[in-house]
């Protein structure tokens, strides 16, 4: 089973970044898709932002123009670079990834989508 490690989470200002890292090891399969989804409580996870594995990306309306989602292939590692942080962006950020999808979707912001999750990290930004 595969095993994904976020970090870089913490807290900032309203306006300020952060960096996100999601290390992903042990997958079974290649996956063509790695996401990062946000989960704050009594909310619904939701998704962020993905990546496939040739680089094609795909944003939710709500981060696009201040979250840029990359990855380093060599790492196996997938970056979230969070600029303009909003109180509402508060949240517990995990990334997942998985297979057989090839093509960009809003599928790609559905949890169902994905097969292996992190624990998450948490982001807590203050007006």
């Known amino acids: 089973q595969g095993k994904m490690v976020e970090s870089g989470g913490g807290s900032v200002q309203a306006g300020g970044s952060l960096r996100l890292s999601c290390a992903a090891s042990?997958?079974?399969?290649?996956?063509?898709?790695m996401g990062w989804f946000r989960q704050s409580p009594g909310k619904e996870r939701e998704g962020v932002a993905s990546?496939?594995?040739?680089?094609?990306?795909y944003y939710a309306d709500s981060v696009r123009g201040r979250f840029t989602i990359s990855q380093d292939s060599a790492k196996n590692t997938v970056y979230l670079q969070m600029n303009d942080l909003k109180p509402e962006d508060t949240a517990m950020y995990s990334c997942?990834?998985?297979?057989?999808?090839?093509?960009?979707?809003?599928?790609?912001?559905?949890?169902?989508?994905?097969?292996?999750w992190g624990q998450g990290t948490q982001v807590t930004v203050s007006s």
């Open positions: 990546i496939s594995s040739g680089g094609r990306t």
């Open positions: 042990g997958l079974t399969y290649s996956a063509t898709f």
């Open positions: 997942a990834s998985t297979r057989g999808f090839t093509s960009l979707g809003p599928w790609l912001l559905r949890r169902e989508t994905y097969i292996d």
